[in-house]
């Protein structure tokens, strides 16, 4: 009992031992401590993958095989982190699609929900830098679709890209930056998870219910940690599945072609957790709006705790919202269908259908169903102060 009064040890023991938890979460709220548990697991396989790979143009895609056919495991590290990125993005949005149905953005969480969505976006910086690493056909051709992009921006567009490429092209000036901050973006993340943490620690947990009790707590140690422990246990066996039997199947062939400037795959596609932007991407004819729309579909999630307006934030207790959230569920699945096919009829006009309803949930149907709910339900809550005073 004497450590538990040392200043670290004291704090550690308030944030994951006696931290007071909502006793009524489901198993939706273990995505949380598997993203964590992924983070930790990509960053421990990174550094070892780093101490055998050579960002250089003319090494890089054979540093790649010598990890897979001359280290010791080398294999199982490539095959753990290539698919562990899969599994991390899979718990993260997960974690955050129950915010969005639990109302986990809603007041006094909005500066955590904000922090969720910035470790979002460095993920996807992270991840796509890391695409380009092995250096095959899809890495090299992703990377000069995607980093042109920026050539949309008037003026300066054409400025920017040769900036970001290092040169007049994709080279090696390119894959060794990329490298680098692939290395340090994932700290970054860890820190801003940190904080994440210390955040939630603030306002408390949200719940099912969606409803604030200072009472109806347990100790986050033994409740959760088992309950959470259960979790990493089975998606464990889940992510097992990936990396033993199913090694490549979230990847792509043709990156197992090396680099070259001079064959221009007949598809050109981005790994699957970045299809549903980049049907966005797609959806419209005009190169600077698309790259507008594909921004604007994630920053807008920033914005969501100031757009929302309902009174009542688990959606078990708005029923025309829980229709809409799983229409929003179902929009963003073909999102992804059409981001993996070619932009051609039907797969366009379907995007363009998906893409207005993916932005109509935010900037329409969020705001004014939670002025209507306030309307029908009579929770206005300055009408109810002022009868109060009355």
Same mark, same amino acid.
């Given at each position: 009992?004497?450590?538990?009064?040392?200043?670290?040890?004291?704090?550690?023991?308030?944030?994951?031992?006696?931290?007071?938890?909502?006793?009524?979460?489901?198993?939706w709220w273990n995505f949380g401590f598997i993203a964590a548990f992924c983070l930790i697991t990509q960053i421990v396989t990174g550094i070892f993958l780093a101490m055998h790979y050579t960002?250089?143009?003319?090494?890089?895609?054979?540093?790649?095989e010598h990890i897979m056919r001359d280290v010791n495991y080398g294999w199982l590290m490539r095959y753990i982190h290539a698919n562990g990125a899969s599994m991390f993005f899979i718990?993260?949005?997960?974690?955050?699609?129950?915010?969005?149905?639990?109302?986990?953005?809603?007041?006094?969480?909005?500066?955590?929900?904000?922090?969720?969505?910035?470790?979002?976006?460095?993920?996807?910086?992270?991840?796509?830098?890391?695409?380009v690493l092995p250096w095959g056909q899809m890495s090299f051709w992703g990377a000069t679709v995607i980093t042109n992009l920026a050539s949309a921006v008037p003026y300066?567009?054409?400025?920017?890209?040769?900036?970001?490429?290092?040169?007049?092209?994709?080279?090696?000036?390119?894959?060794?930056?990329?490298?680098?901050?692939?290395?340090?973006?994932?700290?970054?993340?860890?820190?801003?998870?940190?904080?994440?943490?210390v955040v939630l620690h603030e306002d408390g947990s949200n719940n099912p219910l969606g409803i604030d009790s200072k009472v109806d707590k347990v100790p986050f140690y033994p409740y959760y940690?088992?309950?959470? !422990?259960?979790? *990493?246990? #089975?998606? $464990?066996?889940?992510?097992?599945?990936?990396?033993f039997f199913y090694p490549n199947l979230l990847g792509h062939p043709d990156n197992y072609i090396e680099a070259n400037p001079?064959?221009?795959?007949?598809?050109?596609?981005?790994?699957?957790?970045?299809?549903?932007?980049?049907?966005i991407l797609r959806s419209i004819p005009n190169k600077l709006l698309g790259v507008v729309a594909m921004l604007v579909s994630i920053?807008?999630?920033?914005?969501?705790?100031?757009?929302?307006?309902?009174?009542?934030?688990?959606?078990?207790?708005?029923?025309?919202?829980?229709?809409l959230f799983w229409l929003f569920f179902v929009d963003c699945v073909i999102l992804g269908w059409i981001g993996g096919n070619v932009p051609e009829t039907p797969?366009?006009?379907?995007?363009?259908?998906?893409?207005?309803?993916?932005?109509?949930?935010? !900037?329409?149907? *969020?705001? #004014?169903? $939670?002025?209507?709910?306030?309307?029908?339900?009579?929770?206005?809550?300055?009408?109810?102060?002022?009868?109060?005073?009355?």
């Open positions: 009992m004497r450590l538990l009064k040392r200043p670290l040890i004291r704090e550690l023991n308030n944030f994951i031992v006696d931290y007071p938890t909502p006793s009524n979460l489901s198993y960002p250089h143009v003319d090494l890089a895609f054979i540093s790649v718990a993260v949005y997960i974690h955050m699609f129950r915010g969005l149905y639990y109302g986990s953005y809603a007041s006094p969480r909005e500066f955590l929900w904000i922090i969720g969505v910035i470790i979002l976006l460095i993920m996807i910086l992270t991840a796509f830098m890391g695409y300066i567009g054409e400025h920017i890209v040769h900036w970001l490429w290092g040169g007049f092209s994709v080279d090696n000036a390119t894959l060794n930056r990329f490298f680098s901050l692939h290395y340090l973006l994932p700290f970054v993340i860890a820190g801003l998870v940190g904080l994440h943490l940690y088992v309950k959470d !422990l259960f979790g *990493i246990v #089975v998606f $464990g066996l889940f992510f097992s599945v990936f990396v001079l064959v221009t795959p007949p598809h050109i596609v981005p790994e699957w957790y970045f299809l549903p932007f980049y049907a920053l807008i999630l920033i914005a969501l705790p100031f757009l929302n307006t309902s009174e009542i934030r688990s959606s078990q207790f708005r029923p025309i919202h829980r229709k797969y366009l006009e379907i995007g363009q259908i998906a893409t207005v309803f993916y932005f109509a949930y935010f !900037l329409v149907f *969020i705001p #004014v169903l $939670g002025k209507l709910e306030t309307y029908l339900l009579g929770l206005d809550t300055n009408q109810y102060k002022k009868h109060l005073i009355k």
